[in-house]
C-alpha cells in the first residue's frame, strides 16, 4: 500500500473518461469545477449542509464536497451537465422551469439532482415525503413549495403516482 | 486544508498497520472528516480509506442485528425497520439522504459534538480544540449542551443519533487492533469529559471498528426513537429519546431508555426503566413518575434548563409511542 500526496486519476463523468493529475486532498466538487470546468454543480457552503454540490457517484445522491477525488478512481459520477436530453432541458429540469421552481437560480443543479435521485428511490409519494427527501437541498430563495410542485410534476412525467393533495404537516 | 498522503487499503491487515502510525487517520464516508480536514480540527498525514474493507454487511439474524462498520445509513435503515424501528427511526431523521447515502455507521458513532466553539472557524477557547485552553461553552452559550454528566473541563453533548438508538438496545461494538479483537457496550463505548476531554471514547488510535451486534428481543420491535429539534427535518437534536419496551397487556414488563442531545454519552435512564415495571402503559401519572425518578440528579447550565422538562415530557411521549407499537407479550 503507497501513500501519495498527488497521483493521476482518471474520474469518469457523465460517461467520459478524464485523467487529471490532482492532490489528494482535493474535493470531487473542486475537481469538476476548477480542473474538468464543469461548473454546474455549485459551492454553496462547502461544508456538507447546503446540497448545491450534489452529484450522483454509482447511481446514488452524494455530496461532491464532502467527497476526496482521490477515492473516485473507477466511479461513476454524473452531474447536472449529464442531465440534458438531446442538447435540450431533461423532465426534471422542464418541470422546474414550469413551475418556477427557482429564483437565482443557485441551488437548482443541486435540487435537480436531488430530485432525479428521489425519484428513482421512490420517495415521491406524496408532498410530505417529496418534502422530506429534498430537506438535504436548502434554497436560500425559499422556493420550497415551487420545488415541492416540480418535483411532484416530474415524478408524474417519469410515471410515478404522486398524492400532492395531502396537507402539510 | 493541509496536504496529506492517501491509500486506500486492500485489507484489513494493512489497515490495521497504517494506524499504527499516529499520524495516519481513517477515512470511511469522509463527511466528518473532510470538514476536520477543512477546519483544521484533523491534521494527519496520511490518509487511509478503508472503504475497500468487507466491512459493509447488513445481518438480520434470529438472535440479532450484525451491522458493518462500512455499512451506509441510508443502506441499513431499511433493513432493519420492520424488527427494530428504533434504529430506522434513528438514522432516517439524521443528516440528509445525500449524509445518509455517504456515511458509514462507524463513522457514525465516532463523529464528534456539535459544540458551536469546537466547530468555530477561529480558534476559541476549547479543551477538546486546544487543550487547556478553557472552556469557551461554559458560562456562553449552553442552549444545546449537557445536563448530565458534563465538567468544568466541557460541558458539550454527543450528536448522533444511532448511538442512542444503540445503547437503548443493549448493543455492542466489535473493536481489532494489534492486540486482537474485543467487544464493548455501546453504554461503555463513550467516556465523559472529567479533566481530558480531548478522549472521547474507549476506541485506542491503532484500533478498528469492525461492526455493532444489536440482540434481539421481544423489546425491539415496540420501540420508537423521538427527535425534538429546532426544524422539522435535517438538524441536530435539542432533545432526543430512543424507547423500547415489552409490554404484556399494556403492563410494562422491561423497559429500555437513552436519552440523546443530554450528555457526551448516550444517556441511559436506569431508574426509570426500574420504576416503569409493572406499570400500565395507560396510566400517564405513573409513568411520568418513573420518568422524573431519572431527572432527579440532571445539572442544567445557565441556558437550557428547559431541556429538563423537555426531556421528560419527550420520554413520556415516545413511551407511548413505543408502547403502541408491535404488542409483544415477553
Ligand atoms: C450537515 C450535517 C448534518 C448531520 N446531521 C446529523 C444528525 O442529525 N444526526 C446524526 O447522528 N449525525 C448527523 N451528521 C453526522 C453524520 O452522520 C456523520 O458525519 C457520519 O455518520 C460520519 O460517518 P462517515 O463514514 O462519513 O465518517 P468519516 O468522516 O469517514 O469518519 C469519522 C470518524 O470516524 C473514524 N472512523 C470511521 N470509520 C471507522 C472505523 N470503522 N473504525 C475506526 N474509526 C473509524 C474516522 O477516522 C473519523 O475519525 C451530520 C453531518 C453533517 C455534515
Ligand atoms: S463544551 Fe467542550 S467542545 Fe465546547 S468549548 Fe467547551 S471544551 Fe470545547
Ligand atoms: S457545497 Fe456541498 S453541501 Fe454545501
Ligand atoms: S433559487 Fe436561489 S437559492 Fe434556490
Redesign the pocket.
Known sequence: MRFDEESEVTLRVNGEDHVIHLESRMTLLDALRDRLGLTGTKKGCDG??CGACTVHVGGRRVLACMTLAVSLADADIATIEGMAVDGGLGPIQRAFLDNDAFQCGYCTPGQVMSAAALIAEGHAGSAREIREWMSGNICRCAAYPQIVAAVAEAAGALGRTVNVTEPAP | MKAFAYAKAPDLAAALAAIEDPGT???????????WLKEGIATPERLVD?NGLPLDGIDARPEGLRLG??AR?SDAAPVVAAEYPVLAESLLC??SPQ?RN???L???L??RTRCPYFRAEVLLPCNKRAPGSGCAARHGETRTQAIFGWSDACVATH????AVALAALDATVIIVGPRGERTVPVTGFYRLPGDDPTVETV?APDE??TAIDVPAGPHTRASHYLKVRERASY??AMVAVAAALAHDGGVVTDARLALGGVAARPWRLDRTEAALRGVSLDDTEALRAAVAASFAEARPLAGNAFKVKLAQRATLRALTTAGSRGMVAS
Open positions: 456538507g449542509e | 487517520s481513517v477515512i470511511a464516508g469522509g463527511t466528518e472528516m473532510v470538514n478503508i462498520a462500512l445509513m439524521a443528516a449524509l455517504m456515511a458509514s462507524g463513522g457514525n465516532l463523529q450528536p448522533s443519533d444511532f476506541l478498528l471498528v438538524e441536530f
